[in-house]
DNA sequence: TGGCCGAGACTTTTT
DNA sequence: GTCTCGGCCA
């Protein structure tokens, strides 16, 4: 029985994926490659751990960036085995340590009910700091102060560990020590600080530490490339000098160093880990090689690498096809009329994606597509919780568990309107300075307008007692007037359709964790905001960023704006290894498509609201002339055509005919024999090289010669 | 308090 | 081009 389970397991799997799945207990590194099954590799190694006896589902650590990831994982592994996957440590960075810092927050020093800020929050929580201790915002924007304090926990720094050499860098210092002492005043937790309270309250107390490290024998994480010094170190203190730890990513595709991931936490842990064999998965079982080839190409002028080639047991596929517009609005009625003739072949729209480097190349495209009726949905914009209606009324229910809770205060306490005025709040926030305390304490001694939105929160405290969660919304959208408010509004109507939303969400939450507790409710919201604005079930085009595609597949994908300035990102200019990091963005791009690939580049755009000309992107020029397929613009479109109609129909002319079983040469593949052949407007032939395998050449540009 | 206007920014953002 | 933020006025 048991036995049947396990070679099920194992059947399907190539003699790369099977070798890491069945690694003996050693630290491993399992190089994944685009497409390469990297999921199925990491499920399928707990499940087999587990069915093999070698650990109890209690024993894995099983460690991923997004909650979409962990998922994922978790809904395979119940799949593949009849265990109850609830009590596992699977999840993500953050939401791991929540779940240790909840359990053990006497240790971390934190509330038991303590509250997450994401971003914003914690920006307002910044500029409270700032304001606070009269810092100028002109010279320390509290954007910068933002991503220095972040930065800093990245590194698993402290205020106190930080340099300070000249005024500047004591200055963000000292916000940086005045804002962690606000945030444990006021109960409350950044992204970060989850990760490095965890960290540091597993250094410090010696039994937790012994705890865990007795119970986690197998740690497995995912995306390992994507980790911060602070994750890495983490891992190291949980593994100790007895578990192993089976580290699953891919260099290639690291392109998050501008938040702190540090790829070389790859070497590194080879190093500290004495790795004894990386395992490197290479088949790729998404796309054609023409698109493959191209992607190995572009990614082998990068110096920094572990080394890695990617190919697949499929043909070469169709061509790379690359356009050259004139303008960013020819580009874009270029991809809207291929895509049209690509839904009219039969290709759901949803099975293609436009990408762009950065998002203010979107609005021109979807122009175009909102103007030709195709449908398209955008990726990146406000997510369900962070919708301001939301996290007003989420605002309302921190303050029913917390009223210690600043940001939260602050945010409501004259919204809706309520007489509150900034004079008012200024001396309310002047008290609580002298009593050393929070808003809400200074409020406690207040009358007037102050007392009575006091006597609210507490009325709603007093509501919410003992209700469902569903209940509590309706409760707290009601008593605060957040709905009246709405109702009012000109046009609230979408807004209270949010706040119905946001019932639904906590039956949702309900149904689906069995649990009513409010603090687990809001630490949901904040640690997975929801979906970006969706509107599934209706067949549309996919819009997003290059880095928002990581980890998807399309039939057919489109590269846009690629351009110098643009892509590379003339920002990433001045980075150090910024280029590199950008060619593993085309990277990663260009191995998001299975079968068809669209690269384009425009002669001038509008950028910023100026025309800009820019010359192609010198990744383009990586790619070999033999995998593409150019479909330039021409300057004059007869008969309303497309200017790239005309430009593919006057290229089609000669076509010498190769017969099938004819030898030919390449001057790059070498020697190989014509297998079959296509002729029309894109003439091309599939010939079968000696050494390089099945590929298609268009006629156009390959150079063959008879043999 | 809310609305209007001008200045300035503007790469990417799993949590 | 377009969004956000801050200041100013009714």
């Known amino acids: 029985m048991s036995q049947d389970i396990l070679s099920g397991l194992l059947s399907g799997l190539n003699d790369k994926q099977l070798q890491a799945v069945t690694l003996p207990q050693v630290s491993a590194l399992i190089l994944a490659g685009a497409g390469s099954g990297k999921t199925r590799v990491l499920t399928t190694r707990i499940a087999w751990l587990i069915q093999t006896g070698a650990v109890s589902p209690n024993g894995i650590l099983g460690v991923t960036f997004t909650n979409k990831a962990a998922r994922e994982m978790l809904t395979r592994l119940s799949a593949m085995l009849p265990i109850n996957t609830r009590g596992m440590w699977v999840g993500t960075f953050h939401g791991l340590c929540n779940r240790f810092l909840r359990t053990h927050h006497r240790e971390a020093r934190l509330p038991a009910t303590f509250q997450i800020l994401d971003t914003a929050d914690q920006l307002s929580a910044i500029k409270r700091v700032m304001k606070l201790m009269n810092v100028d915002d002109e010279k320390y924007p509290p954007r910068q102060v933002q991503s220095y304090i972040n930065g800093a926990k990245d590194e698993g720094l402290r205020a106190t560990s930080m340099d300070a050499y000249d005024k500047h860098s004591q200055t963000l210092r000292d916000i940086f020590d005045e804002y962690d002492k606000q945030c444990q005043r006021e109960g409350v937790a950044d992204f970060a600080e989850l990760l490095l309270r965890c960290f540091e309250t597993l250094a410090r107390e010696q039994t937790l530490r012994a705890h865990y490290q007795e119970r986690f024998r197998y740690i497995l994480v995912d995306e390992f490339q994507d980790t911060n010094r602070l994750q890495y170190q983490w891992l190291k203190l949980l593994a100790g000098s007895q578990n192993s730890i089976f580290a699953v990513g891919d260099d290639d595709q690291s392109i998050y160093s501008f938040r702190g991931a540090r790829v070389g936490n790859m070497q590194d842990f080879q190093v500290d880990f004495q790795v004894q064999e990386v395992v490197k998965l290479e088949q790729n079982y998404r796309s054609h090689s023409n698109i493959l080839d191209a992607a190995n190409a572009i990614i082998a002028h990068n110096r920094s690498r572990l080394g890695k080639n990617l190919w697949t047991a499929e043909g070469g596929g169709e061509p790379v096809r690359l356009y050259e517009a004139y303008t960013d609005t020819d580009e874009a009625s270029f991809i809207v ?219 057919t994908v489109f590269i846009s704006g690629l351009e110098e300035g643009l892509c590379p990102h003339e920002n990433s200019m001045s980075e150090t290894n910024g280029l590199e990091e950008e060619r593993r963005l085309i990277y990663v791009a260009v191995t998001r498509a299975r079968r068809r690939l669209y690269l384009s580049h425009a002669q001038s755009r509008m950028l910023h609201g100026q025309v800009r000309y820019n010359i192609p992107s010198r990744f383009l020029d990586e790619i070999p002339e033999t995998l593409l397929k150019r479909l330039n613009a021409r300057p004059v479109a007869k008969n309303n055509e497309p200017a790239w109609v005309e430009s593919a129909r006057a290229s089609s002319a000669p076509a010498p005919a190769w017969k099938i079983g004819q030898g030919v040469h390449h001057d790059k593949f070498g020697a190989g024999v014509v297998q079959a052949y296509e002729g029309g407007a894109d003439a091309r032939v599939q010939v079968n090289f000696k050494h390089a395998g099945i590929k298609w050449l268009a006629l156009e540009y390959a150079k063959l010669t008879a043999t």
Not at 371 to 395: D, N, T
Not at 438 to 463: E, H, R, Y
Not at 464 to 485: A, F, Y
């Open 337 to 555: 009329d291929e895509v049209k003739a690509l839904h009219n072949e039969g290709i759901e729209f949803q099975q293609i994606a436009l990408l762009y480097r950065s998002n203010a190349q979107s609005r021109i495209l979807e122009h175009a597509l909102f103007s030709a009726g195709i449908p398209y949905r955008v990726y990146g914009g406000l997510r369900f919780f962070e919708r301001a209606e939301i996290k007003h009324a989420l605002a309302y229910l921190r303050l029913v568990t917390n009223p210690d809770d600043d940001t939260s205060m602050l945010r409501i306490i004259n919204f809706p309107t309520r007489g509150i005025g900034t004079r008012s709040l200024e001396q309310l926030q002047e008290t609580a300075r002298s009593m050393n305390s929070s808003l809400w304490q200074a409020a406690l001694t207040q009358q007037g307008k102050i007392g009575a939105f006091v006597a609210l929160i507490k009325d709603m405290q007093d509501q919410c007692n003992g209700l469902p969660l569903p209940e509590m919304m309706d409760v707290v959208t009601q008593t605060s007037g957040l709905r009246q408010h709405y109702a009012a509004e000109k046009e609230g109507e979408d807004r209270l359709a949010n706040l119905d939303e946001l019932v639904t969400a906590a039956v949702t939450f309900i149904k689906e964790r069995d649990e009513n507790d409010l603090t687990d409710f809001l630490t949901f919201a904040s640690l997975e905001a929801g979906e970006h604005q969706a509107d599934p079930g209706r067949d549309a085009l996919q819009l997003m960023t290059v880095h928002a595609a990581k980890g998807l597949e399309f039939h």
